[in-house]
């Protein structure tokens, strides 16, 4: 595999990282997760967007966006990837020798990406997936899209270990968001989704869901879902770059819908696969 390091392209063998890299002792980087449709990378001035976000909030200097759409482009083409491909790409704060947990403003930031071609994932888009439950127990600057994700990766695990394909996570009585996905709740036709604060990425794939609803007119709620009244709603889905729109049939022993996507969710899902298969 060829990976992009700081201005090279490189075998992935070649990389050579310093321990002393702030983010592999400190996790002090941000990063971002895009694919592609018909070759074109989805939504990009959204990703950039929350990149320089999450960069600015962590005072990591970085203004090269121009280039990324470039090598990711250059990746896709050196890996032979003719395939709709998902992009990885992490701007750590660089090197500082000794290790303290402050920093200077000096540091180089060391810039990574790789490409891969997305997994097929049609069987859970269309049958559904099973999710848990789980407390979060992240940080509260969760907006920003920082390396820094044990707690999230702690949670996949647990429902990886389950059987569950992804982990929803809950603050206070209150849905957050899954571990790598946004989370939604349908009643009575009507979407709901957990506000936009510091307690969750702003999501992409969740901002055209948004989209779709207001140009065909369905209605939506941005306001908070409690757990305890989980069983009051008809549907859920999550949704993310690579998860699309997807159903949830299951949360913890709970059958959703009789362990069958919802109506809304469907229609959600038509709106957004014809929107990106002309993207
Ligand atoms: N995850 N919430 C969290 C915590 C996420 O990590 C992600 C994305 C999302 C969905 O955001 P988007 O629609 O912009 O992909 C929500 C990516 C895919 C990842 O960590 O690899």
Redesign the pocket.
């Known amino acids: 595999m060829i990976v992009y390091f700081n201005s090279k392209f490189l075998h992935k063998d070649d990389v050579k990282i310093s321990p002393f890299d702030r983010a592999f002792l400190f996790a002090d980087g941000a990063?971002e997760?895009l694919r592609s449709y018909n070759q074109k990378l989805f939504r990009l001035e959204?990703?950039l967007k929350?990149f320089e976000h999450s960069l600015n909030e962590l005072s990591i200097p970085f203004s090269d966006f121009n280039n990324l759409e470039i090598i990711a482009g250059e990746l896709a083409k050196k890996n032979n990837i003719n395939s709709e491909y998902?992009v990885?790409m992490q701007i750590s704060r660089g090197i500082s020798f000794p290790r303290t947990h402050h920093f200077v403003n000096n540091i180089t930031p060391n810039v990574f990406a790789f490409v891969k071609p997305i997994a097929d994932n049609r069987k859970q888009v269309e049958e559904g997936v099973s999710v848990i439950l789980e407390k979060d127990l992240r940080w509260l600057r969760?907006d920003i899209?920082s390396t820094s994700?044990l707690p999230?990766v702690m949670a996949s695990q647990k429902a990886f270990l389950s059987g569950a394909f992804e982990a929803v996570l809950y603050r206070n009585n209150l849905i957050t968001?899954?571990?790598?996905?946004?989370f939604f709740a349908v009643k009575n036709n009507i979407l709901y989704t957990t506000p936009l604060s510091n307690y969750?990425?702003?999501?992409?794939?969740?901002?055209?869901v948004l989209e779709l609803c207001k140009e065909n007119q369905i209605e939506f709620s941005e306001e908070n879902i409690r757990t305890d009244e989980l069983k009051s709603y008809d549907e859920f889905f999550i949704?993310?770059?690579?998860?699309e729109v997807t159903p949830i049939i299951k949360i913890d022993d709970w059958f959703v819908n009789n362990g069958k996507p919802g109506k809304v969710t469907k229609d959600i899902q038509r709106l957004f696969n014809f929107y990106t298969k002309n993207y």
């Not at 969750?200 to 055209?208: A, D, E, M, P, Q």
């Open positions: 990063y997760a959204d990703h929350r998902s990885y969760c899209k994700v999230a968001e899954g571990s790598h996905t946004s969750i990425l702003n999501g992409i794939t969740r901002k055209v949704t993310g770059t690579t998860t």
